[in-house]
């Protein structure tokens, strides 16, 4: 216990400030510019929004939902605010062979990937588990199998670029509304969102909390965690773990 109270806490301290301070670089529209990205989930909430931040500095987008009339207004739009080039593909994310020849076409039409953000999810209500395996299977697809594929598929793209995968999880917009009268809580402003998340990506962040209380990213954040995986690691033999 006495070897606890000498060295835990500035252990901790160390780990926290290295975890808060450790940021090589700041944020730069520029750092957007010309790249190539992918959206997902692009027809409203933020994953439009993460696409008209990436116009605005110059990106090049494809976005992707299931609703092509709503997708032509969001490259319209993206064209207007400036981005290098915008294009739509539309689908759903239960077809596993969609998901994965949209990364084909979406790499033709940029001639390559920087970015892949993840951001769709299919509509989930808030009821109990009713037995429906179909339901069940679905949200898998949706959810976690088209993820999976859609990240395989853009891996040698990304490889070649040196690029980044983002993945999203969210309670705001359309999601709210699902979990209305039985979460209590405000949803966060979908512009200010997406751009965290943007920034996130381009400074590959390991995780981005946004949140309108400063005790979010404090408590997700979780340094004992960040120990635990640190001392870990240095068990493995990575090399050979990726080589074999």
Request: aromatic share 10%; glycine share 8%; charged share 20%.
């Amino acid at each position: 216990m006495a070897f606890m109270k000498k060295y835990l806490p500035p252990i901790l301290g160390f780990f926290l400030a290295y975890y808060y301070y450790s940021a090589s670089e700041e944020f730069r529209p520029e750092m957007l510019q010309g790249k190539k990205v992918i959206v997902t989930g692009a027809s409203k909430g933020i994953g439009e929004q993460m696409a008209y931040h990436l116009a605005k500095m110059g990106a090049h987008v494809v976005v992707t939902a299931r609703s092509k009339e709503t997708l032509k207004k969001v490259v319209s739009h993206c064209l207007e605010l400036g981005a290098a080039s915008a294009h739509y593909i539309a689908g759903s994310m239960e077809n596993v062979t969609f998901a994965e020849q949209f990364v084909a076409q979406a790499g033709k039409l940029m001639g390559g990937l920087d970015m892949l953000i993840l951001n769709h999810i299919t509509n989930t209500s808030m009821n109990l588990f009713s037995g429906d395996i179909h339901l069940v299977r679905r949200n898998m697809e949706v959810n976690f199998l088209s993820y999976v594929v859609l990240s395989v598929a853009a891996l040698p793209m990304l490889k070649q670029s040196n690029g980044s995968i983002v993945v999203v999880s969210s309670k705001a917009d359309t999601a709210m509304k699902a979990v209305s009268g039985i979460l209590n809580i405000d949803a966060s402003p979908k512009e200010e969102c997406a751009l965290e998340i943007i920034k996130g990506g381009a400074l590959r962040q390991e995780e981005v909390y946004y949140d309108n209380s400063v005790w979010t990213d404090l408590l997700l954040g979780n340094p004992g965690r960040k120990i635990l995986e640190f001392l870990s690691l240095r068990s493995y033999s990575l090399d050979k773990f990726i080589n074999n």
